[in-house]
């Protein structure tokens, strides 16, 4: 049997393998994922996304490089004397995005949200923060929709301490964010700010100045992850500290990637925190995986019209390990500029970007169309999986983002100063795809999972038991059985800042007759392994998960 066929074994061997407990290799290439277009244009470019608790996916992109290919609804226009390109502006700079229906609205964006940040917080609204000249001090705030209203942007001036640009948020176990960096800002902020910070003052880090690189910088959008002691994993450039915001406080000092080379912007590699597993245990181990980047060098050979090949590798390392190390492996193919996304079984989609030069206006060349699927568990050197490729190039500012279907998102590209569609390589693109993982294929349709109980919107405390049911088309098979959970993250320039998966500890699974089984999960005992706000929770039998729905951890 070829192995690029063990994915489509029908049920029959789907059982053998767990009898005879069979350790095959996942398939080098998978040709049953798909790639869909859902809009041809949403007039403008997707250059920062966030999927909210209502099925809808915020998209921007910014306000001052011309007219979008969107108006603005009711006669409405923006009218700002400080806009660069023009100043009154009656086209949409931001839409939502309505996953189920397939259709989109434009929004009203004041002010300039280019290269900004954000996330989700305890009540699903999304917090955005900085931008580019008069909106780089800015917060704004989307909060999701009911059925029928329409809801808008809320603004806030000068409610950062400091000019936010390419900077990097994350959601804290105590409802609040930290932003990180930016351009010339080697300091942190909180937002909302407790009382001791009402002087509005950021934090200095000196890490951030220690990985500047000077005609480069290569520290800007820094990774940021949520560590299960409650600290922050911080890599910029080729390298990472433990730090501890509370005290302000390096806690530890990781080794640098192996060859030294940057990842962060505008070197743009990716990176992300793999699942978290055994959480009622008295350790609970976590690992980052950084892949992709390019060389150290390349962002300077570009303006001398050399686009140097991207880096193909990918570093794992277990940051709660006192001995931490890391451990490259290599892609299929080298990508600058990609995106890494959490599966709902614990996979990584690697997305989007190129294969030769690094981020910014005409920096990159020889579009990466084929994404790899990274397989978490896999054994080392056979854990990435080529996928179908698109037709469109995603370059410099794409996005993409996992929905509750279990697709994926993709939107975006923009190599230019401004809006250009035509006569250059790699036009302005306004479209929106959708990329179906090979999970979603109906070969799978026998063991796939449906989530019957609980519903939807389920509140859940911490440590709390959570009663599920689950049914499957064919034989369940409850040793193949596991429930993940994944907090949406806020996706811009190849991060997605807060992307966080669990694995939830199970209970005995009662099997109701060969295709229905209940059983209880854990719900993660602290905040610090999971920050109050809504997660998608998924049933993953095998390989193959369910349709998620939503909970709120509280």
């Known amino acids: 049997m070829a192995t690029h066929h063990l994915f489509l074994l029908p ?14 290799p996942f398939p080098s290439q998978a040709t049953n994922a798909q790639w869909q277009i859902l809009q041809k244009s949403i007039g403008i470019v997707a250059m920062h996304m966030q999927l909210l608790n209502n099925d809808r996916v915020i998209i921007f992109d910014r306000t001052d490089f011309g007219s979008s290919n969107l108006t603005l609804p009711n006669g409405n226009c923006r009218h700002d004397n400080s806009e660069i390109v023009i100043k009154t502006d009656c086209t949409a700079h931001s839409i939502e995005y309505d996953v189920a229906s397939n259709t989109f609205r434009a929004l009203f964006v004041q002010t300039d949200v280019w290269c900004s940040s954000g996330g989700a917080v305890a009540d699903g609204t999304l917090i955005q923060t900085g931008g580019y000249n008069d909106g780089e001090r800015k917060i704004r705030s989307f909060a999701p929709c009911e059925t029928g209203e329409n809801c808008e942007w809320q603004e806030t001036d000068n409610a950062l301490a400091v000019k936010r640009w390419y900077s990097a948020n994350h959601y804290l176990p105590d409802g609040r964010q930290i932003i990180i960096g930016g351009r010339w800002q080697f300091n942190y902020e ?30 800007l959008y820094p990774f940021v992850v949520l560590n299960v002691d409650g600290n922050l994993f911080i890599f910029a450039n080729n390298r990472a500290i433990l730090f ?25 590699g990716s990176a992300v925190l ?48 006192p001995n931490a190390t890391w451990a490259v492996e290599t892609m299929p193919m080298g990508r600058v500029m990609g995106d890494m996304v959490m599966l709902p079984n614990g996979d990584v989609l690697i997305i989007n970007g190129a294969q030769s030069g690094t981020a910014g206006w005409g920096n990159a060349e020889n579009p990466a169309l084929q994404p790899v699927i990274y397989r978490t568990n896999g054994s080392g050197g056979s854990r990435f999986m080529l996928q179908p490729a698109s037709d469109i ?15 994926v998102i993709v939107g975006g590209s923009n190599p230019h100063e401004k809006y250009v569609f035509s006569n250059v390589s790699y036009p302005t693109e306004l479209s929106l795809e959708a990329f179906s993982p090979y999970y979603l294929d109906s070969e799978f349709e026998a063991v796939r999972p ?12 911490y440590g709390e ?25 806020f996706n811009t320039h190849s991060f997605s800042m ?46 193959i998960p369910s349709e998620g729905i939503w909970i709120k951890m509280q």
């Open 11 to 24: 049920t029959i061997f789907f059982h053998l393998l767990l009898l005879f407990s069979l350790t095959l």
């Open 190 to 219: 909180f937002h909302p700010k407790r009382k001791t910070e009402e002087n509005n003052k950021p934090y200095v880090l000196p890490f951030l100045l220690e990985t500047h690189d000077k005609g480069a910088e290569n520290n």
């Open 244 to 268: 501890d915001y509370q005290n302000d406080a390096v806690v530890r000092t990781y080794p640098e990637i192996p060859g030294g080379d940057p990842r962060c912007y505008p070197s743009t």
């Open 274 to 321: 793999l699942p978290l597993k055994n959480l009622e245990a008295a350790t609970v181990e976590a690992e980052v995986l950084v892949c992709g980047g390019a060389r150290r060098g390349a962002f300077q050979l570009v303006h001398k019209g050399v686009f140097s090949k991207a880096m193909d590798s990918c570093a794992r390392i277990k940051i709660t390990d």
């Open 393 to 407: 190039p995603r370059m410099y500012h794409s996005t993409a983002v996992l929905v509750r279907d279990g697709r």
């Open 450 to 461: 449906i989530i019957v109980e609980p519903c939807s919107y389920v509140k859940l405390m």
């Open 465 to 489: 038991k959570l009663k599920m049911s689950i049914k499957v088309n064919g034989r369940v098979v409850p040793e193949l059985l596991s429930v993940t959970m994944l907090a949406p993250p």
């Open 498 to 543: 807060s992307q966080r998966l669990l694995v939830l500890s199970m209970g005995e699974v009662k099997v109701r007759g060969n295709s229905s089984c209940e059983f209880e999960v854990t719900a993660p005992g602290s905040p610090v392994l999971a920050p109050p706000t809504f997660y998608m929770l998924f049933a993953v039998h095998g390989d």
